[in-house]
T-cell receptor
């Protein structure tokens, strides 16, 4: 059973517009969430994260929103740029012990920003 | 600072052969792990280690072996390669006390024929 779900395999937006990538999770023990960005032939790179004690975290053009009651988080990119075109992975980890070391990833969403 | 270094970048194996994917990090990170990425499957954890001498299984450990004799190195061994192990493999590391952000290597592309 998939604990972290990214239901949109792909998303296409125009340059300058907002990109919204969504992620849902099922495990109530998850308390830390991260977004990774991956270009072809490269390893994933950390983008932004949020703890469950917050509902929003912002870093430049990137904002992550967390709705704990809905077990949903989203990544907003404003304004979108062609260089943002990549696969975006949502990841989550839980509290304490060994589970704190393990990230569970979604399947990823391919974002294409058109000039 | 090289970060997380994986070798080889590309490898073709025949079914039944064995090989080792190397991973080294120079950041003195305690936690290291191996993931595989397959189309439509995201990243799945194979094995991980929370420190030298300590390893544990992840989500998809079968057919793989690991050891952690030093803090820096975390090799992944394929004991008898199968076509189902054709994948892209990523090594990752982080300091256990600094939150959950992990840093990935550039990946190793493995094809088993």
């Amino acid at each position: 059973d998939q604990q972290v779900k990214q239901n949109s395999p792909s998303l296409s937006v125009q340059e300058g517009r907002i990109s919204i990538l969504n992620c849902d999770y099922t495990n109530s023990m998850f308390d830390y969430f991260l977004w990774y960005k991956k270009y072809p032939a490269e390893g994933p790179t950390f983008l932004i994260s949020i703890s469950s004690i917050k509902d929003k975290n912002e870093d430049g053009r990137f904002t992550v929103f967390l709705n704990k009651s809905a077990k949903h988080l989203s990544l907003h990119i404003v304004p979108s740029q062609p260089g943002d075109s990549a696969v975006y992975f949502c990841a989550a980890s839980g509290m304490g012990g060994g589970s704190n070391y393990k990230l569970t990833f979604g399947k990823g969403t391919l974002l294409t920003v058109n000039p | 600072n090289a970060g997380v270094t994986q070798t080889p970048k590309f490898q073709v194996l025949k079914t039944g052969q064995s090989m080792t994917l190397q991973c080294a990090q120079d950041m003195n990170h305690e936690y290291m792990s191996w993931y595989r990425q397959d189309p439509g499957m995201g990243l799945r954890l194979i094995h991980y280690s929370v420190g030298a001498g300590i390893t544990d299984q992840g989500e998809v450990p079968n057919g793989y072996n690991v050891s952690r004799s030093t803090t820096e190195d975390f090799p992944l061994r394929l004991l008898s390669a199968a076509p189902s192990q054709t994948s892209v493999y990523f090594c990752a590391s982080r300091i256990s006390s600094s939150g959950n952000t992990i840093y990935f290597g550039e990946g190793s592309w493995l094809t088993v024929v």
